[in-house]
């Protein structure tokens, strides 16, 4: 059973920054694209950013700049670092691999709490 699993969530003052791990129990990390999606109450889950096997990036236009992503296969980890962060990015951020040779081996973690509040 794969597993999935965030770190690095909190509380953080606008304009403040912090840096998302997630590290993920797959073999072979380099075969498998990761990214971060966060989903607000009521909301839908919104893609953050993603990183590809060939550490291609695509991050939407609302946090370019401000958000990168990048990973590490030899620690099976994938990192977002978000700096100038505002109010209404305070959701919870998800972690997600997938194999990109097969689109039903896909996984989630469980998510983290990050809350950007005065």
């Known amino acids: 059973q794969v597993q999935v699993v965030e770190s690095g969530g909190g509380l953080v003052q606008p304009g403040g920054s912090l840096r998302l791990s997630c590290a993920a129990s797959v073999t072979s990390s380099e075969m498998y694209a990761m990214g971060w999606y966060r989903q607000s109450p009521g909301k839908q889950r919104q893609r953050v950013a993603v990183?590809?096997?060939?550490?291609?990036?695509d991050i939407p236009d609302f946090v370019k700049g401000r958000f990168t992503i990048s990973r590490d296969n030899a620690k099976n980890t994938v990192y977002l670092q978000m700096n100038a962060l505002t109010p209404d990015e305070t959701a919870v951020y998800y972690c997600?691999?997938?194999?990109?040779?097969?689109?039903?081996?896909?996984?989630w973690g469980q998510g983290i709490q990050v809350a950007v509040s005065s």
């Open positions: 990183i590809g096997t060939a550490y291609h990036t």
């Open positions: 997600n691999c997938h194999y990109v040779q097969d689109p039903n081996l896909n996984y």
